[in-house]
C-alpha cells in the first residue's frame, strides 16, 4: 500500500513537491478528561473497587489525625477547665528523718503573694478509717483521713455528689465528707440516712460524698473532715500535708519560682511544688505517639491501595489496545495517550481519596460524639489526604500509561 | 515513503501524529466504535485531536453523518444500529476532517454482501465528490469493482493497474 500514497496524485494533495502543512495533532484537558470519565464510567464496578482501597488508606488516615486532634483538644479544654493554674506543695523529705513538715501558718504566708486566687491546706492524719467496729482493723481499704479547709471544693474546681460539704458548723463537729472512691471503698451510697463511720475509734457522720477531684487523685481516697474538729476529737497535728494554690494563670511560673521560700523560709528546698497539669499534658504527648502508629498503618493501606490502581490500570490498558490504536489513528501523540491514562489514574485515586477524606471525617465525627468530644479535623488532614491520594494516583498511573502509550496505531488493526 | 511530501520514516511521533490527524482518516474492519457514544459523538472523535471544541466537533460530525446518509441516526447508540449503518458511521468519522485520503482496512469483512455492497456504493459516492480511498482487502471480486487495483504480496508491490495502462 505504500506505494500508492507516493504516486497517487490525489485530489486533496495540490501540490507532492511542497510538503503539505500537518499543524498539530492538539487536544483540550477537559476533553481528555472526559475521556477518561467516560471509560472510568463504563467500567463502575472495578472504578467503585479499585478508588475503595485508596478510599480506605485516606480515610483511615484522616480518622487517625482527626481523632488524635478532637481528643487533644478534648484534653486541651479539660486541662483549660480544671486550671492550669493550680499548684501544688508538699512537705519534701528532708536531710533529716524524712519527715518534713509544712508551717502550720502556711497558708497565710503564701496568700500574701499577689498573683493568688486560692490557697487552701490539707492535713492528712494517720487515724484509721473504718466503716464501723466488726471489720478488721487493718481492713481500711486504703482509706485515708483528711483535714481540709472550707474552700478546698473551691480551690480544686470540685462539687458535691450527694448531701454537702463542711461548713463553718459541721467543720467543728464530727461529721465527714467522702471522696468518691473513699465512699465506694466503705460502702456508702448516699448522705441521707445520717450513716456513720469510726475514724480513729471516734464515730463520724457522713454528710455528704463528693464527686471525683480532677487534679488530686488522693483525695478520692480520703475521709475529710474539718480541721476543727480533727484538733477536738482526734488531737491531730494541724501542720499541712499537702497546700494546693491556684494564681491568677498568667503568673504560674512566677508564683512557682518563690513558693517553696515562701512556705518554708528556712528550708525552701525541703518543699515539692508541682503543677498536676503537667500529667495530663504528658498524657496528650503519649496519644502523640500512638497518633504516628496508627498513621503508619493508614500509609500503608493507602500503598495497597495504589497498588491496586496501578493493577487495574495495567488490566485496563491491555484491554483497550484496540481503543488505544484508534486513537492513535486519529491523530493522538504518545502524549496525548500517556496524558489521559495518568489523568484516569489521577481520577480514580481522587475519588477514592475525595471518598476517604469524607468517610474519615465522618468516622471522626461519630466516634467523637459519642466520646463527647468536638470534632476538630486539622486542615492538614483534609488537604493532605487529597493530596495523597493523587501523588498515589500519579505514581500508580505512570507505568500503565508508558505502557498505553508504547502502543502503535496498527493495534486497532488487530481482531 | 512520502505522504503530502513528508519523508514517513524520519518523522517524529508528533508530526506522524499531525499527519494521521490532518490528512488520513481510517476506516476498520472491526468498526471501533465507542459503544457508550451517539453515533454523533462516534463521528466527533475523529475530531478530537484537531483541538476543536465540542460544539464545531458535533457541528462537522453532523455534516459527515449528512454525507454517508445517515443524518436521522445520529442519537442513536452502536448497539442500536446495523452492521451496515455502524461501518457508515465509522466512515463519517474517518471523513469528517476532510483527510486527503482514506484508508478502509477490510472495510465490508464484518458485513453481509449486501450491505457490503451498499458500503462500496457509498465508497464511489465519495470518490466521486473528490474524496481519494484506499481499500485494502483480500476480496478480488471487491477490488475489481475499484478504478485502480495495487497488488501487494509480503510487503512488495507486484503490480498497479495505473502503472500498466501507462505502459
Same mark, same amino acid.
Given at each position: 500500500?505504500?506505494?500508492?500514497?507516493?504516486?497517487?496524485?490525489?485530489?486533496?494533495?495540490?501540490?507532492?513537491?511542497?510538503?503539505?502543512?500537518?499543524?498539530?495533532?492538539?487536544?483540550?484537558?477537559?476533553?481528555?478528561?472526559?475521556?477518561?470519565?467516560?471509560?472510568?464510567?463504563?467500567?463502575?464496578?472495578?472504578?467503585?473497587?479499585?478508588?475503595?482501597?485508596?478510599?480506605?488508606?485516606?480515610?483511615?488516615?484522616?480518622?487517625?489525625?482527626?481523632?488524635?486532634?478532637?481528643?487533644?483538644?478534648?484534653?486541651?479544654?479539660?486541662?483549660?477547665?480544671?486550671?492550669?493554674?493550680?499548684?501544688?506543695?508538699?512537705?519534701?523529705?528532708?536531710?533529716?528523718?524524712?519527715?518534713?513538715?509544712?508551717?502550720?501558718?502556711?497558708?497565710?504566708?503564701?496568700?500574701?503573694?499577689?498573683?493568688?486566687?486560692?490557697?487552701?491546706?490539707?492535713?492528712?492524719?494517720?487515724?484509721?478509717?473504718?466503716?464501723?467496729?466488726?471489720?478488721?482493723?487493718?481492713?481500711?481499704?486504703?482509706?485515708?483521713?483528711?483535714?481540709?479547709?472550707?474552700?478546698?471544693?473551691?480551690?480544686?474546681?470540685?462539687?458535691?455528689?450527694?448531701?454537702?460539704?463542711?461548713?463553718? *458548723?459541721?467543720? =467543728?463537729? %464530727?461529721?465527714? @465528707?467522702?471522696? /468518691?472512691?473513699?465512699?465506694?471503698? &466503705?460502702?456508702?451510697?448516699? #448522705? $441521707?440516712?445520717?450513716?456513720?463511720?469510726?475514724?480513729?475509734?471516734?464515730?463520724?457522720?457522713?454528710?455528704?460524698?463528693?464527686?471525683?477531684?480532677?487534679?488530686?487523685?488522693?483525695?478520692?481516697?480520703?475521709?475529710?473532715?474539718?480541721?476543727?474538729?480533727?484538733?477536738?476529737?482526734?488531737?491531730?497535728?494541724?501542720?499541712?500535708?499537702?497546700?494546693?494554690?491556684?494564681?491568677?494563670?498568667?503568673?504560674?511560673?512566677?508564683?512557682?519560682?518563690?513558693?517553696?521560700?515562701? *512556705?518554708?523560709? =528556712?528550708? %525552701?528546698?525541703? @518543699?515539692?511544688? /508541682?503543677?498536676?497539669?503537667?500529667? &495530663?499534658?504528658?498524657?496528650? #504527648? $503519649?496519644?502523640?505517639?500512638?497518633?504516628?502508629?496508627?498513621?503508619?498503618?493508614?500509609?500503608?493501606?493507602?500503598?495497597?491501595?495504589?497498588?491496586?490502581?496501578?493493577?487495574?490500570?495495567?488490566?485496563?490498558?491491555?484491554?483497550?489496545?484496540?481503543?488505544?490504536?484508534?486513537?492513535?489513528?486519529?491523530?493522538?501523540?504518545?502524549?496525548?495517550?500517556?496524558?489521559?491514562?495518568?489523568?484516569?489514574?489521577?481520577?480514580?485515586?481522587?475519588?477514592?481519596?475525595?471518598?476517604?477524606?469524607?468517610?474519615?471525617?465522618?468516622?471522626?465525627?461519630?466516634? /467523637?460524639?459519642?466520646?463527647?468530644?468536638?470534632?476538630?479535623?486539622?486542615?492538614?488532614?483534609?488537604?493532605?489526604?487529597?493530596?495523597?491520594?493523587?501523588?498515589?494516583?500519579?505514581?500508580?498511573?505512570?507505568?500503565?500509561?508508558?505502557?498505553?502509550?508504547?502502543?502503535?496505531?496498527?493495534?486497532?488493526?488487530?481482531? | 515513503?512520502?505522504?503530502?511530501?513528508?519523508?514517513?520514516?524520519?518523522?517524529?511521533?508528533?508530526?506522524?501524529?499531525?499527519?494521521?490527524?490532518?490528512?488520513?482518516?481510517?476506516?476498520?474492519?472491526?468498526?471501533?466504535?465507542?459503544?457508550?457514544?451517539?453515533?454523533?459523538?462516534?463521528?466527533?472523535?475523529?475530531?478530537?485531536?484537531?483541538?476543536?471544541?465540542?460544539?464545531?466537533?458535533?457541528?462537522?460530525?453532523?455534516?459527515?453523518?449528512?454525507?454517508?446518509?445517515?443524518?436521522?441516526?445520529?442519537?442513536?447508540?452502536?448497539?442500536?444500529?446495523?452492521?451496515?449503518?455502524?461501518?457508515?458511521?465509522?466512515?463519517?468519522?474517518?471523513?469528517?476532517?476532510?483527510?486527503?485520503?482514506?484508508?478502509?482496512?477490510?472495510?465490508?469483512?464484518?458485513?453481509?454482501?449486501?450491505?457490503?455492497?451498499?458500503?462500496?456504493?457509498?465508497?464511489?459516492?465519495?470518490?466521486?465528490?473528490?474524496?481519494?480511498?484506499?481499500?485494502?482487502?483480500?476480496?478480488?471480486?471487491?477490488?475489481?469493482?475499484?478504478?485502480?487495483?495495487?497488488?501487494?504480496?509480503?510487503?512488495?508491490?507486484?503490480?498497479?493497474?495505473?502503472?500498466?495502462?501507462?505502459?
Amino acid at each position: 500500500m505504500s506505494a500508492v500514497i507516493v504516486r497517487d496524485e490525489a485530489v486533496h494533495t495540490p501540490d507532492a513537491v511542497q510538503p503539505v502543512d500537518l499543524g498539530r495533532s492538539r487536544v483540550r484537558l477537559a476533553d481528555l478528561a472526559a475521556v477518561a470519565a467516560s471509560a472510568m464510567g463504563s467500567r463502575r464496578m472495578r472504578t467503585l473497587l479499585s478508588a475503595l482501597g485508596v478510599t480506605i488508606g485516606i480515610a483511615s488516615m484522616v480518622a487517625v489525625l482527626g481523632l488524635s486532634e478532637s481528643s487533644r483538644a478534648d484534653l486541651q479544654t479539660q486541662i483549660e477547665k480544671l486550671g492550669t493554674n493550680l499548684l501544688t506543695l508538699q512537705a519534701g523529705s528532708g536531710f533529716g528523718a524524712g519527715d518534713a513538715t509544712l508551717p502550720v501558718d502556711v497558708t497565710s504566708a503564701i496568700a500574701r503573694i499577689g498573683p493568688i486566687e486560692n490557697v487552701t491546706s490539707v492535713v492528712t492524719l494517720s487515724d484509721t478509717v473504718l466503716r464501723n467496729t466488726e471489720v478488721n482493723a487493718d481492713a481500711t481499704g486504703g482509706v485515708q483521713a483528711v483535714a481540709a479547709d472550707l474552700n478546698l471544693l473551691d480551690t480544686l474546681n470540685s462539687s458535691v455528689a450527694d448531701g454537702a460539704w463542711l461548713n463553718e *458548723a459541721t467543720s =467543728e463537729y %464530727p461529721a465527714v @465528707v467522702l471522696g /468518691a472512691t473513699a465512699a465506694e471503698r &466503705l460502702g456508702v451510697t448516699t #448522705a $441521707a440516712d445520717g450513716q456513720q463511720i469510726l475514724i480513729g475509734g471516734k464515730r463520724f457522720t457522713v454528710v455528704g460524698i463528693l464527686n471525683p477531684f480532677p487534679l488530686a487523685a488522693d483525695l478520692d481516697r480520703s475521709a475529710i473532715i474539718g480541721t476543727q474538729a480533727a484538733a477536738d476529737y482526734l488531737g491531730a497535728d494541724l501542720s499541712p500535708s499537702t497546700v494546693y494554690v491556684t494564681t491568677v494563670p498568667a503568673f504560674v511560673e512566677d508564683v512557682r519560682s518563690v513558693l517553696g521560700a515562701t *512556705a518554708d523560709p =528556712e528550708n %525552701p528546698e525541703e @518543699v515539692e511544688v /508541682a503543677r498536676p497539669s503537667d500529667a &495530663l499534658e504528658a498524657q496528650n #504527648a $503519649a496519644n502523640n505517639a500512638f497518633t504516628a502508629l496508627f498513621l503508619g498503618l493508614g500509609a500503608v493501606a493507602l500503598l495497597v491501595g495504589g497498588v491496586g490502581i496501578a493493577n487495574v490500570m495495567i488490566m485496563g490498558v491491555v484491554e483497550r489496545r484496540a481503543e488505544i490504536g484508534l486513537r492513535r489513528a486519529l491523530g493522538a501523540t504518545r502524549g496525548h495517550i500517556r496524558d489521559q491514562f495518568l489523568i484516569e489514574s489521577l481520577m480514580l485515586a481522587g475519588l477514592g481519596g475525595v471518598a476517604g477524606v469524607g468517610l474519615g471525617s465522618l468516622a471522626t465525627f461519630a466516634y /467523637a460524639t459519642t466520646q463527647g468530644w468536638k470534632t476538630v479535623i486539622p486542615p492538614i488532614a483534609l488537604a493532605g489526604g487529597l493530596g495523597g491520594a493523587l501523588i498515589i494516583g500519579a505514581i500508580a498511573g505512570l507505568y500503565p500509561a508508558m505502557r498505553a502509550a508504547a502502543l502503535s496505531p496498527t493495534e486497532a488493526l488487530r481482531s | 515513503m512520502t505522504i503530502g511530501g513528508h519523508v514517513v520514516s524520519t518523522m517524529s511521533d508528533k508530526r506522524l501524529s499531525a499527519a494521521r490527524s490532518s490528512l488520513i482518516g481510517f476506516v476498520f474492519q472491526q468498526f471501533h466504535l465507542v459503544p457508550s457514544m451517539t453515533a454523533l459523538d462516534n463521528v466527533a472523535t475523529g475530531l478530537l485531536y484537531t483541538g476543536a471544541d465540542l460544539t464545531e466537533r458535533r457541528f462537522r460530525a453532523f455534516e459527515a453523518l449528512q454525507r454517508v446518509g445517515l443524518a436521522h441516526r445520529i442519537t442513536h447508540l452502536p448497539t442500536e444500529l446495523s452492521g451496515g449503518e455502524r461501518q457508515r458511521v465509522a466512515i463519517a468519522r474517518a471523513l469528517v476532517n476532510k483527510p486527503a485520503i482514506i484508508l478502509a482496512d477490510e472495510p465490508t469483512g464484518n458485513l453481509d454482501s449486501r450491505t457490503g455492497k451498499q458500503i462500496m456504493a457509498l465508497f464511489h459516492d465519495l470518490h466521486a465528490q473528490g474524496a481519494t480511498i484506499l481499500v485494502i482487502t483480500h476480496d478480488h471480486e471487491l477490488a475489481e469493482g475499484l478504478p485502480r487495483q495495487v497488488h501487494i504480496r509480503d510487503g512488495k508491490l507486484e503490480s498497479d493497474s495505473a502503472l500498466e495502462a501507462v505502459a
